[in-house]
Nanobody, 125 residues
Framework: QVQLVESGGGLVQAGGSLRLSCAAS????????VGWFRQAPGKEREFVAG????????FYADSVKGRFTISRDNAKNTVYLQMNSLKPEDTAVYYC??????????????????WGQGTQVTVSS
């Protein structure tokens, strides 16, 4: 079992930065790929970024590529999402998710076994 807790959300002006953290419990977290997803009001949950076991396999949604960076510190059981050059359209609840099995992550929400409770990110114009 893996439990995930997100933190780091908040209110920021457009062009600003935030760093989200996803802290995990469980000794096997280093063997879980992780994804960040987000959901804005009235919209479906969408993939943001993913990272594999070791941190070497990362990929991003086109909408955040070049602005967001996902990373992980397995010694701390934590995955990060550094968000720069934030835009109002980045406003959403951000969720991290983890899955056992393949070493690589996925952009398919249904492929994840564990989810955090979410953290709100609001970007003002």
């Amino acid at each position: 079992q893996v439990q995930l807790v997100e933190s780091g959300g908040g209110l920021v002006q457009a062009g600003g930065s935030l760093r989200l953290s996803c802290a995990a419990s469980g000794r096997t977290f280093s063997r879980h790929a992780v994804g960040w997803f987000r959901q804005a009001p009235g919209k479906e949950r969408e993939f943001v970024a993913g990272i594999g076991w070791s941190g070497s396999n990362t990929f991003y949604a086109d909408s955040v590529k070049g602005r967001f960076t996902i990373s992980r510190d397995n010694a701390k059981n934590t995955v990060y999402l550094q968000m720069n050059s934030l835009k109002p359209e980045d406003t959403a609840v951000y969720y991290c998710a983890a899955r056992g099995g393949p070493y690589y992550s996925s952009n398919y929400a249904g492929g994840y076994d564990y989810w955090g409770q979410g953290t709100q990110v609001t970007v003002s114009s």
